[in-house]
C-alpha cells in the first residue's frame, strides 16, 4: 500500500530491485512495518554489523537540508532541517545475528499478524565498567509479541520500576497508559527514598498536545474535545499533583517541555509561486532511567505498537548512556517551553485565531502514528 500511495518510495523500490544480486519483498505482515534497522554480513563474525535507527531512511529524517532540498541553499530557510534522529551502528556478529532472527520471520519465512511466536527478549553482554555490579548490555525485543507480549509492560515499565535516579525522555508519540502508570509508581518509590522526582522530557511539539499524549496528562491538562471547539483544560485527575504536592508538582511540570519552534510545520513561499509545506519532527524513542537508556528504537511508547514491527534497545553500556545524556541535555536546552505555556498560547488561539495556524492541524506525513495513538487510547 505504501508503495503505491508514495511515489518517492516506488521508486526506490524499483530501482533496487532492478539491481543484480538485490532481492526487494514488499510485506503487509502487521499493523505497521515499522523497524529501522540494516544487517551487513550476519553470518560472518568479522564482517557482520547491525544499525539499529530511529529515524526512516527518508529525506525529512536523514537530509541535511531537510524537506526544502530542491531550495537553493542562499534562500532555504534556516529551520528547514532533518526530523531529530539518532542512529547506532554496531560492529557485532550477536547482535546482527538477534536482528536478523526478527527480519527473517517477516522477509523469508512470511509470518502474518498472530503466526508471529512470543518473541522474548535476546541479551547480549559486551565490555566495559560494570553497572550495578553487571557486565554492560543490550537488551533486544521486537514486536509484534516482544519481550512476554507487551513491551511498554515488560521492557519499559520494568526498567522505570527496577532503576532510580533521572529519568529524562525523547518522544515523538507517548500515548501509553502502562508507561504513564509507571512514571507515577516511580515517583512513588524516589519519595519513598526521601527523594525528588527527577523527571525532565521534550515531546514533538503536535503529538504532545494531542488529546491521547501522556505529556499532556503528566503535566495536568487534557483536551476537551467534547466542546464544539475544543480547549484545553486542568485534569480531571491529576496524580502526580496528588502525590509530590502543589510545589514540587509545578517544579515536575516547568520541566515536561515540548520542542523548538524548528520541529513543527511551516509554509514557504518564494514570490508568486504556491506556499510550500516543510516542516520537522522530534522523532527519537528515547528513555533514560539512572544508569540505562532505551535507544535505537523504532518503538513509540504506545500500546498499539506491540502489534506492529518494531525493534526496542536497552543498554547499560556506560559510553552509549553518557551519549545519550548528552543528546537530551542539548536538545532540552533548546526547548525552553513548557507543555503548560503551549496549553495558554494554544488556548488563546482557539479564542482568537489569526497567523499560522501551523501546529494545529495534524501532519499528514504522519498521520499513521496519530492513528495508532488513537488506537492505543481505546484499547483500554
Known amino acids: 500500500n505504501v508503495i503505491e500511495s508514495r511515489p518517492e518510495v516506488k521508486a526506490v523500490f524499483e530501482k533496487l530491485n ?52 530542491a531550495v537553493p541553499a542562499e534562500k532555504r530557510p534556516k529551520d528547514s532541517v532533518p526530523n531529530a534522529n539518532h542512529m547506532l551502528v554496531m ?27 512470543l518473541g522474548g527478549a535476546y541479551k547480549v553482554i559486551g565490555a566495559g565498567p560494570k553497572v550495578d555490579g553487571e557486565d554492560p548490555f543490550i537488551i533486544a525485543g521486537f514486536s509484534p509479541k516482544g519481550a512476554l507480549g507487551d513491551i511498554n509492560r515488560d521492557m519499559i515499565r520494568r526498567l522505570l520500576l527496577s532503576t532510580r535516579g533521572p529519568v529524562r525522555l525523547l518522544q515523538f508519540a507517548f500515548s501509553s497508559d502502562a508507561v504513564l502508570e509507571a512514571l507515577v509508581e516511580r515517583a512513588k518509590l524516589e519519595k519513598k527514598d526521601g527523594k525528588a522526582f527527577d523527571l525532565k522530557s521534550v515531546g514533538d511539539t503536535p503529538f504532545a498536545m494531542r488529546p491521547w499524549s501522556v505529556f499532556l496528562r503528566l503535566a495536568g491538562f487534557r483536551l476537551d474535545e467534547k466542546l464544539k471547539t475544543p480547549v484545553y483544560k486542568p485534569a480531571t485527575t491529576n496524580p502526580l499533583l496528588k502525590l509530590l504536592g502543589k510545589a514540587a508538582f509545578a517544579a515536575v511540570q516547568a520541566f515536561i517541555r515540548v520542542a523548538p519552534p524548528a520541529y513543527r510545520t511551516h509554509h514557504y513561499k518564494d514570490g508568486d509561486a504556491p506556499a510550500v509545506e516543510y516542516g520537522a519532527k522530534l522523532h527519537h524513542k528515547v528513555m533514560l532511567s539512572g544508569a540505562y537508556a532505551v535507544l535505537g528504537t523504532s518503538f513509540n511508547f504506545s500500546e498499539a505498537a506491540n502489534s506492529n514491527q518494531e525493534q526496542m534497545l536497552v543498554t547499560s553500556d556506560s559510553a552509549l548512556v553518557a551519549a545519550m545524556y548528552a543528546v537530551f541535555d542539548g536538545f532540552f536546552a533548546m526547548s525552553p517551553t513548557p507543555v503548560a505555556q503551549e496549553v495558554e498560547r494554544r488556548n488563546a488561539y482557539i479564542k482568537n485565531p489569526g497567523g499560522e495556524p501551523d501546529d494545529l492541524a495534524a501532519d499528514q506525513q504522519y498521520e499513521h502514528v496519530a492513528k495508532e495513538a488513537a488506537r492505543s487510547k481505546k484499547k483500554k
Open 91 to 117: 560492529d557485532s556478529y550477536l547482535m546482527a545475528q538477534v536482528a536478523a532472527n526478527s527480519l527473517l520471520k517477516t522477509v523469508q519465512f512470511g509470518l502474518r499478524g498472530d503466526e508471529y511466536p
Open 18 to 69: 532492478a539491481v543484480k544480486g538485490v532481492t526487494v519483498r514488499a510485506v503487509d505482515s502487521v499493523g505497521l512495518n515499522h523497524q529501522k534497522m540494516v544487517m551487513r554480513d550476519y553470518n560472518d563474525a568479522k564482517k557482520a554489523k547491525a544499525l539499529f535507527s530511529s529515524g526512516n531512511f527518508t529525506q525529512s529524517c536523514i537530509g541535511p537540508e531537510g524537506d526544502l532540498k
